[in-house]
């Protein structure tokens, strides 16, 4: 077969997305909810089926000259581009550093890839380059190489920074989202819901007395000191997209088991419970961008969230919740007033672009 | 500094881009050509300053647990995203095992992240989806991780795809832009401007009696086999935006020295001659998908050509110029009726978004 010939994809496989529900792409098929999952499972991967795609991972777990490399990738669309506590430039070098992290992995190398809109002040792109080379130096990690491209006014929208990164995982270092086990404790290294209210605030013109920063921030150094204390950790996971509740919901039905989690543990700052409650979100489902949620053995929940708490970027760590055997797939949550409720994964989109 | 702090950066370096010249990015820095090549050595090298970066490969080469390993990136904004000989899809697969065959890599695991316009029928994402799959079993690389994101209608075109490429370096490879020694041999793999003049004649609804089809397909093994018969082969590049004149420029500034190129020899397909004619175009700038340039040492270019032409991409492989002390870092080209003329970078665009 011709590389240059279609040949029988024009008459292949049905599409495996209902199209008489779905005959177009809809803003919720990106938000990382329900949509996504199911774009994802339905289309992706059974086309590019492989062991590595096929982990379900933040990143895919290489083996290369005998060394075990995580590999991931993270195209950031977040609008308006520079909001309060950063940049998507910063959001850019963070977020990819994030994922690697979250495979186990000591990030080292970064790709990035501009698509620029035509007309985006020259000064802009510039603090954006700045922004992106002092995230890469904090974390430790270098942008090795690049494109550019630039698409006509009104075929983008300022700028989209997609973001790959390599890391090494040491030896010994094994996470799996379908290695949860009933007792396993659910350690959050923060408050919640902070980057996507941040975004939230500056879209909408709102004023919360004080300005709600993102936490966009590299979590590798903090992953790295939970794998020295705590060595069994089933998996890491930062809730970005989808916040906490989807990337717990993703690891219940990974792991066929339940989450109960505890509302009055999950810590929050107060003007962004406020913010939220003026807004209309459940901070459960709003993006964070420098937290990270860690699910360990019961016996070694303790030393981590010591270590959590060493840290710069966890020394607010709580265990908010834990595995269980009953309602296998399902999230719930014991709320303040001694009820219980379901915390589903989103069908629609919360926060178009906040990543 | 905390890493959600702005701090210096707003009172930080000037611009390196003469703002007063320069004050918005236009589609000319995104073309391959004098514009790109200026932001990215005044702007981004400065900033991401490191060896990796600044062997001015189409990738990075880093060392990784006793390996060599190439790494690349490539946004790919073509439009029409369907075009004669190909898509998106297949371009954006292509396109970085490509880069990964410049840097003498055998190409292994790409990464894909998909920025998808709301309102993309969903047919045409299974299209490319499908398509991206076969492209990826012909060249023999697998798809291991992604991401998907959905911007508003009118904020994207339809679907940007960012692909990033990990390859093997086997031992013993070493090219480098900056090797060219006079007296070496340009070799061409085949037929120029075929996909550049696809993509304009469907955008310009022009008809040439008989279609154009883009030439895009995978080069990794015909680059493999360049090395294998011209192991001083001193760096092989794929001339893409900007075409043939763009890539020789670059080397020719690279290594200081002079190329020589002979227009009878540069061959072309009659329809695209005429096409590039009644199109004002050069096609000597016109961007090719499927075909690589390979500078060689004279004593080997003889058994270079064989190999390539051994090759079913490489069948018409030519030497079309050679490699000069005179005229430094400049291309110049012997005209079919005798004259010589200057070679030059392109200052603007010719085709925007043709990859």
Redesign the interface.
Known sequence: ?S??D?GD??S??V???P?SR??????????GGKL?QH??QS??QP??S?P??NALHD??T?S????R?A???????V?PIVFP???IG?LAV?GTVNDLAMCGAQP??L?????????????R???I????????A?AGV???????????R????GI?I?T?G?G?IPPGVSMRPDALTPGDRILLSGRIAEHGVAILSVREGLEFGTTI??????LHRLAQAILRAAPSVRVMRDPTRGGIASALNELAQSSKVGIVLREDRIPMAAEVHGACELLGLDPLYVANE?KLLAIVPADEAAQALVAMRADPLGLEAVEIGEVTSEHAGIVTMQTGIGGTRVIDMLTGEQL??IC
């Open positions: 077969m590389t240059n279609h994809l024009a292949g496989p599409c495996p997305v199209i779905y005959p177009a792409v809809l803003l919720a098929h990106g938000g996504t774009l994802i289309m992706f086309q590019f492989n590595a795609l990143g895919a290489l290369l000259a005998g060394a490399l590999f991931t990738t993270d195209a950031h669309v609008s506590g950063g940049d910063m963070n080292l190398y790709a990035a890839a501009l698509i620029i809109e035509e007309g985006l002040p020259m000064e792109l510039w603090e380059v700045r922004s992106m080379s002092a995230a890469a904090a270098q942008i090795v190489t690049g494109d550019t491209k630039v698409v006509e009104g075929k983008g929208d989209f997609t790959t390599i090494l920063k993102s936490d966009t921030a590299p420098g178009p672009r």
